[in-house]
């Protein structure tokens, strides 16, 4: 997985505002699509599949 700084974290977030600027779910929605795209980019499917999972896991110990 590629670790993103927080600088461009800050640059998706100064994107997705100009693009959705009143709109916050569609800000949040793509804000992690860019943030998924980037840091999977390189990996093979499985290594994508395997990164969701994570993801999922982490989702569901969090809500439960």
Not at 1 to 24: A, G, N, S, Y
Not at 34 to 43: N, R, S
């Amino acid at each position: 997985m590629i670790v993103l700084t927080d600088e461009e974290k800050k640059q998706f977030w100064e994107e997705v505002r100009k693009e959705f600027p009143d709109d916050e779910m569609m800000q949040e929605i793509h804000y992690v699509r860019l943030l998924h795209y980037y840091q999977t980019k390189g990996m093979s499917s499985q290594e994508r599949v395997q990164f969701f999972n994570r993801v999922l896991e982490k989702s569901e110990t969090i809500h439960s």
